[in-house]
């Protein structure tokens, strides 16, 4: 059962472009948020997360919208830059679990001139 | 500042072999956990401890062992190998987190590749 789903596989965006990754989750109990970024040979890094009492957190060109009526949240790149591409990974997890992370498939981004 | 540290980086199998997959951290973390990676697959939690002396199974444990004799160390050991074993494999560690909402950041160590012919 897949308990974190993540949209789109594979993503192609241009430079300066927005690029935008979507998740959506199951379960209720769920109260951390955050995405993850892996480079080619690397595990992967926090970017940024939210907390379900936020609707969106900013983070330099990173923003996370969290929709918590809809189960769902997305990442969005601003001004996307080719060293932006990577693998990003969605997760959830509930608080005080032992990094118990729920991992989304991952999208693989590419930020082309 | 070393970090998560695995070791080794790649190793190739034999189907029934049996092998260790070393992790240690230099931070201090109650947490650490191990997981798989698999194409399309995201990863997914074998097995993850909250402090030496316990361990507890995640989301796909069978084949695999751990224990944790000290904070640093978590290692996991595959018992007999399976070509469905074949994956990259992180070790993570972190703070405990603290109240509803907050986690903590999870540090991910560089891999292990196995591949089990």
């Known amino acids: 059962q897949q308990q974190v789903k993540q949209s789109p596989q594979s993503l192609i965006v241009q430079k300066g472009g927005i690029s935008i990754i979507n998740c959506a989750y199951e379960?209720?109990?769920?109260?951390?948020f955050p995405w993850y970024q892996q480079f080619p040979g690397k595990g992967p890094a926090l970017l940024i997360a939210?907390?379900?009492?936020?609707s969106e957190k900013k983070e330099g060109r990173f923003t996370i919208s969290f929709n918590k009526s809809a189960k769902q949240f997305s990442l969005h790149i601003m001004d996307s830059q080719p060293g932006d591409s990577a693998t990003y990974f969605c997760a959830a997890s509930i608080s005080g679990t032992a990094s118990k992370l729920t991992f989304g498939t991952g999208t693989r981004l590419q930020v082309t001139l | 500042n070393a970090g998560v540290t695995q070791t080794p980086k790649f190793q190739v199998l034999k189907t029934g072999q049996s092998m260790t997959l070393q992790c240690a951290q230099d931070?201090?973390?109650?947490?650490m956990s191990w997981y798989r990676q698999d194409p399309g697959m995201g990863l997914r939690l074998i097995h993850y401890?909250?402090?030496?002396?316990?361990?507890d199974q995640g989301e796909v444990p069978n084949g695999y062992n751990v224990s944790r004799s000290t904070t640093e160390d978590f290692p996991l050991r595959l018992l007999s190998a399976a070509p469905s074993q074949t994956s990259v494999y992180f070790c993570?560690?972190?703070?405990?987190?603290?109240?509803?909402?907050?986690?903590?950041?999870?540090?991910f160590g560089e891999g292990s590749w196995l591949t089990v012919v």
């Open positions: 939210i907390r379900p009492d936020v």
């Open positions: 931070m201090n973390h109650e947490y």
């Open positions: 379960n209720t109990a769920f109260d951390y």
């Open positions: 401890s909250v402090g030496a002396g316990i361990t």
């Open positions: 993570a560690s972190s703070y405990h987190s603290m109240g509803s909402g907050t986690g903590n950041t999870i540090y």
